[in-house]
C-alpha cells in the first residue's frame, strides 16, 4: 500500500485540511477577530477535507501545496468575514498586515507540508525497496522482472564465459566519445 490510496492518502488528506483550517483560524483570531459561527467553518473545512483527500493520490511539491493552502486561506477569509460573529465586516478594506500574514503562513505552512510529504513518500520507497523483496512470496516490482528464455539456443560449444560477455550489456562511456 502506498501513501496514495487507502487509510494512509485520507490521513494526508486530513492533515491538509486539518493544517489549512488551524492556519486559517490561527491568522483570523491573531488578527483580532472571533472564531467566527460553527456552521459555515464546518461546511467550508468539509469542502477542503474532501478536496484534499481527493487530491493526496500522488506526492506533492512546494508549489503545488503552496496554491493549496493559499486557496484554502482565500476560502477561509471569506467565509470567516462573512460570518455574522467576525469582526471584519467593520473593515471591508484589505489590510497590508493581513494580507502579508496570510503570505507567510501559507508559504511556511507549504514547506512544512512539502518537507512532511516528501520524507511520507521518502519512507515508503524505502521500505518498497528494502522490506517487500524480502517478504515470503513477494512478487517483483516494477521492471525488475527477470525474463528467462525456455531454452536456451546457444551451440553446446559456447563457453559459459562467453555466454556471460554476450548477456552483459556494454558498460563505457558512449560509443560517440569512445572515438
Do not use: E, K, N
Not at 492533515?15 to 472571533?34: Q, V
Not at 503545488?64 to 467576525?86: E, K, R
Not at 520507497?125 to 524480502?134: A, E, G, H, K
Amino acid at each position: 500500500m502506498d501513501p496514495g490510496h487507502g487509510w494512509l492518502r485520507v490521513l494526508r488528506g486530513a492533515a491538509l485540511a486539518a493544517c489549512c483550517l488551524l492556519l486559517g483560524l490561527s491568522g483570523h483570531w491573531l488578527g483580532g477577530a472571533t472564531a467566527g459561527s460553527t456552521g459555515p467553518m464546518l461546511v467550508a473545512a468539509a469542502l477542503i477535507a474532501t478536496g484534499s483527500v481527493a487530491w493526496a493520490g500522488r506526492q506533492r511539491g512546494f508549489g503545488q501545496l503552496l496554491g493549496a493552502t493559499a486557496c484554502s486561506q482565500a476560502a477561509f477569509h471569506v467565509v470567516l468575514s462573512l460570518s455574522p460573529d467576525s469582526a471584519m465586516g467593520t473593515h471591508p478594506a484589505v489590510d497590508v498586515r493581513m494580507l502579508l500574514g496570510h503570505t507567510i503562513g501559507s508559504v511556511l505552512m507549504a514547506a512544512v507540508l512539502a518537507c512532511g510529504d516528501a520524507a511520507v513518500w521518502g519512507l515508503y520507497r524505502s521500505l518498497r525497496r528494502f522490506v517487500v523483496p524480502r517478504l515470503p512470496g513477494a512478487l517483483p516490482i516494477g521492471d525488475r522482472t527477470v525474463r528467462i528464455p525456455a531454452r536456451l539456443t546457444a551451440p553446446a560449444t559456447v563457453s559459459v564465459a562467453l555466454l556471460l560477455a554476450a548477456a552483459t550489456p556494454y558498460r563505457g562511456p558512449p560509443r560517440t566519445l569512445a572515438a
